[in-house]
C-alpha cells in the first residue's frame, strides 16, 4: 500500500496527479559530461545542485536514475549548505556509454571517478559518497580504492551483504513480474506508487521519467500483446527531460509506448559481484560512515559485530520500502544531514537540528 496521507497535495479536482513533474524543479542543472578520448567518449547524465559546500555524489539503485535523488537534494539542501552531483550510472537514464552492458564493480567504480575528475579536474573539493543499493555498494567500492582523493565520508544506504545476497535470487522474479510496457508517463507513474514500488507520489512523478523512454512500436501491435522479444521498437530522439512531455503533453498515439530504459535481467551475472564483500570492504574503509536501513532486521552478522564496536553510525528508518531516499526523502535528509554536522562536513543552514539523533 501507498501513503495517501501525504500526497493530498497532488490531487486535481479530487484525483491524485500522475503527470510527470521535470528535474527542474529541483535541480539546478542537468550536464552531460564527456569520458575518455573525443574519439571514443562516453557521456554521463549529471544533475546538480548548490554552489557551496562539500559535493555529495547520489549514486542511485539498480533500475532507478539520478532522478531518484530529486525530492532528497531539496530536502538536504535546506538543511545545509552542501553542493549535489547525482549521476545516472551506466546504461541507466541518460547516460550513454560504449559497453553498456558492462556492470562490474570496478568499471562503475571507475565511472563515478571519471565523472568527478571531468567535473572538477584534479582537485576536487571535499565529497561525500551516498549511495542506494546498487549505488551503495559502488560507493563503498570507490571508497576502498581510494580513487576520489578528496573523499571525506560514505553513507551506504539499504545495501547490506547478507540481506542482498538472500535477495538476488527473487530478482528475476519480480522483474518478471512488473508490466513490460505503459501506455504513457501517466499511467507508468500511477503503477509505480499503486504497486509499492515508490510509495512517494512526489517522487515517483520525478523519477519515474528516468527509468522509462518513449518507444515507437513499428508493428502495430496492441500494447497487451506487446512483447519485448518479438517487438521491434525504435527509440524516439526525444528527451524527457527537456519538458517536452511535461509541459504540452503530445498525443500519444497507439504505436507509442513507454518502456523500461535498462533491461536489469541481462546484468544478472554481475549481481553477485554488486555485494560479496561490501560489508568487510564498508567496515575497512578509514572514513567516517553512515549506514541507513529500511530495517534493523537488514543487519548481517559482520555488521552487527562492527556497529556494535563503533566503527560506523547507523540508523533504521520509519517503515518504508527499498527506495527509501524517495520513499522517506526528508528522514534520510535529516540522517544525512546531521552526520555532516556531527562531522563538521558542512554548515547547517536556518533551524537545523543538532546532530543528536543518530546511533553509534
Not at 42 to 58: C, H, N, Q, T, W
Not at 112 to 126: F, L, M, S
Not at 341 to 351: C, D, V
Request: net charge negative; proline share 4%; glycine share 8%.
Amino acid at each position: 500500500m501507498w501513503e495517501e496521507n501525504s500526497d493530498t497535495e497532488h490531487e486535481v479536482g479530487g484525483k491524485l496527479d500522475y503527470s510527470p513533474v521535470s528535474w527542474r524543479e529541483y535541480f539546478d542543472q542537468m550536464e552531460d559530461v564527456n569520458v575518455g578520448p573525443a574519439d571514443n567518449r562516453d557521456v554521463f547524465r549529471i544533475y546538480k545542485a548548490g554552489s557551496e559546500g562539500p559535493v555529495l555524489v547520489l549514486l542511485h539503485g539498480g533500475g532507478h536514475s539520478a532522478l531518484s535523488w530529486a525530492v532528497f537534494t531539496t530536502a538536504i539542501s535546506s538543511r545545509v549548505t552542501c553542493r549535489v552531483l547525482a549521476m545516472d550510472l551506466r546504461g541507466h537514464g541518460g547516460t550513454l556509454v560504449r559497453q553498456s552492458d558492462d556492470f562490474s564493480t570496478q568499471t562503475m567504480s571507475s565511472d563515478v571517478a571519471n565523472v568527478i575528475q571531468a567535473c572538477y579536474g584534479e582537485a576536487p573539493p571535499p565529497i561525500i559518497l551516498i549511495g542506494h543499493g546498487v549505488g551503495g555498494a559502488i560507493a563503498v567500492h570507490t571508497a576502498s580504492n581510494m580513487l576520489l582523493p578528496t573523499t571525506a565520508g560514505l553513507v551506504a544506504i539499504d545495501v547490506v551483504e547478507g540481506s542482498a545476497m538472500e535477495a538476488l535470487h527473487s530478482i528475476q522474479n519480480f522483474l518478471k513480474g512488473r508490466p513490460k510496457s505503459f501506455k504513457s508517463m501517466d499511467h507508468a507513474i500511477e503503477w509505480s506508487v499503486k504497486s509499492g514500488q515508490i510509495r512517494n507520489l512526489e517522487s515517483a512523478r520525478v523519477s519515474m521519467v528516468g527509468q522509462i523512454k518513449r518507444c515507437e512500436v513499428e508493428e502495430a501491435n496492441s500494447l497487451e500483446e506487446a512483447s519485448p522479444v518479438t517487438d521491434v521498437v525504435v527509440e524516439r530522439n526525444e528527451e524527457f527531460y527537456d519538458q517536452s512531455y511535461v509541459n504540452d503533453k503530445e498525443n500519444v498515439t497507439s504505436e507509442s509506448v513507454y518502456k523500461w530504459r535498462i533491461d536489469l535481467s541481462k546484468s544478472e551475472k554481475y549481481w553477485d559481484g554488486w555485494f560479496r564483500g561490501t560489508s568487510n570492504l564498508f567496515l575497512a574503509c578509514n572514513l567516517p560512515k553512515l549506514l541507513l536501513l529500511a530495517g534493523i532486521d537488514r543487519l548481517d552478522r559482520d555488521l552487527t559485530i562492527g556497529q556494535m564496536q563503533g566503527k560506523f553510525m547507523m540508523q533504521v528508518l520509519p517503515p518504508c520500502g527499498h527506495a527509501v531516499q524517495e520513499d522517506k526523502p526528508d528522514k534520510v535528509a535529516e540522517a544525512v544531514a546531521s552526520f555532516l554536522l556531527r562531522h563538521k562536513f558542512a554548515e547547517a543552514r536556518g533551524e537545523t537540528k543538532s546532530p543528536n539523533s543518530l546511533t553509534r
